[in-house]
């Protein structure tokens, strides 16, 4: 289960432990990730980005939603909102191709008529915050693997 106050991370859930093997060699500084423009793409019938996110974003809320629900891409186009984790399967158009203002901030372009404007949303998966690497889901029972519980609802960082 995704944890409920970092989603890019796994908590365990339900009598299962996300167990982790810490490394001591210092704490590594997290790295911003800003979305990268990747270019217009054209799209079809069936999609390019698979998954439909809304309509009438801004390119900040629909990066937000792709990158909390762990999509690699985000595009905008004709003011509808998509992600997945691969494009191009109908090709590269030229940059003017994708030029319909967005719905929320018209100076920013979203698209156009079955065009993509593809953006990286700097989700990577997991990635160790502190050194440690994931072991897995581990299932646990009444009598607990780990004996001592430091918190509830907590991310990694703060249980660490």
């Not at 698979?50 to 390119?59: D, F, I, K, R, V």
């Not at 399967?89 to 698209?111: F, H, I, L, W």
Request: hydrophobic residues 25%.
């Amino acid at each position: 289960m995704r944890c409920r106050r970092d989603k890019s991370r796994w908590c365990g859930a339900g009598w299962k432990n996300s167990i982790y093997d810490l490394k001591t060699s210092g704490t590594p500084k997290p790295k911003p990730s800003n979305p990268n423009h990747i270019g217009c793409y054209k799209d079809a019938g069936n999609r390019d980005l698979t998954a439909h996110l809304g309509s009438s974003m801004s390119p900040s809320e629909c990066l937000s939603i792709a990158k909390r629900k762990g999509f690699k891409y985000f595009g905008l186009q004709n003011h509808g909102c998509f992600a997945g984790n691969k494009y191009g399967k109908y090709g590269k158009r030229p940059q003017s191709e994708c030029k319909v203002p967005c719905a929320r901030d018209k100076t920013k372009t979203c698209g156009g008529l079955w065009r993509n404007d593809i953006f990286k949303t700097g989700f990577v998966g997991y990635k160790p915050i502190m050194g440690e690497k994931r072991l897995g889901c581990y299932k646990d029972a009444g009598s607990r693997d780990l004996e001592k519980l430091i918190g509830g609802s907590m991310s990694p960082r703060e249980c660490f």
